[in-house]
């Protein structure tokens, strides 16, 4: 009778182990219950590994650096290949917004930034339909607040504005 509550005890005990151990490497490698935002950019710290105790002063140390690319370095690398050769209105962006994100959520993500949006007729209600504000960004600057922007949650894209000449 001893033998068969410590091996129920022992099985509960092992049962619960594995089921925490899964769990947690579910999360980890970002199943469903992950809840942290994907499109989000995390500047990667560039950390040197400490000199090894046995290095002297005469014997340099060599270290191998190749830092990964943040996502945000990567945005502006794939951003500017897309852009080379479009013609775009200069210093004007057209930002697109998840459906969940009302006109005024929008307005504090381009306003915390310390931009501004191109006002136009009727804006709130059309914001209702199309989810998108022009967006006014420093002139020079419109690679860079594209992958800024990208990385707000209620941004769903970011783009230029496109200039296009019509042909009679």
Same mark, same amino acid.
């Given at each position: &009778? !001893? $033998?068969?509550? @410590?091996?129920?005890?022992f099985?509960?005990?092992?049962i619960? *182990?594995?089921?925490s151990?899964?769990a947690?490497?579910?999360v980890? @490698?970002?199943g469903?219950?992950n $809840?942290? %935002?994907?499109?989000?950019?995390? %500047?990667?710290p560039?950390?040197? %590994? /400490?000199? @090894?105790?046995?290095?002297t ?5 060599s270290?191998d650096? #190749?830092? /990964? ?5 990567i945005?502006m690398?794939?951003?500017q #290949?897309k *852009? $080379?050769g479009?013609?775009y209105? @200069?210093?004007s962006?057209l930002?697109s =917004? +998840?459906?969940?994100? +009302?006109? $005024?959520k929008?307005?504090?993500v381009?306003?915390?930034?310390k931009? +501004?949006y191109?006002?136009?007729?009727n &804006?709130e209600?059309d =914001? !209702?339909?199309?989810h ?6 420093p !002139? #020079?600057? /419109?690679? #860079?607040?594209?992958c *800024?922007l990208k990385?707000n949650?209620?941004?769903k894209?970011?783009i ?8 009679e």
């Amino acid at each position: &009778m !001893k $033998q068969d509550i @410590k091996f129920v005890l022992f099985s509960v005990i092992f049962i619960g *182990v594995c089921v925490s151990v899964w769990a947690s490497v579910f999360v980890i @490698k970002g199943g469903q219950w992950n $809840q942290a %935002p994907v499109s989000s950019f995390t %500047p990667v710290p560039t950390v040197l %590994p /400490e000199p @090894k105790a046995e290095s002297t002063a005469s014997s340099p140390i060599s270290i191998d650096i #190749k830092a /990964e690319e943040s996502d945000f370095e990567i945005c502006m690398d794939e951003e500017q #290949k897309k *852009v $080379q050769g479009v013609d775009y209105e @200069k210093g004007s962006l057209l930002v697109s =917004f +998840t459906s969940s994100a +009302t006109f $005024q959520k929008a307005r504090a993500v381009i306003e915390s930034n310390k931009l +501004t949006y191109q006002s136009r007729e009727n &804006m709130e209600e059309d =914001f !209702k339909t199309n989810h998108w504000l022009g967006v006014v960004v420093p !002139k #020079k600057e /419109e690679i #860079k607040w594209i992958c *800024v922007l990208k990385g707000n949650t209620a941004v769903k894209n970011a783009i230029l504005n496109r200039t296009f000449e019509l042909h009679e």
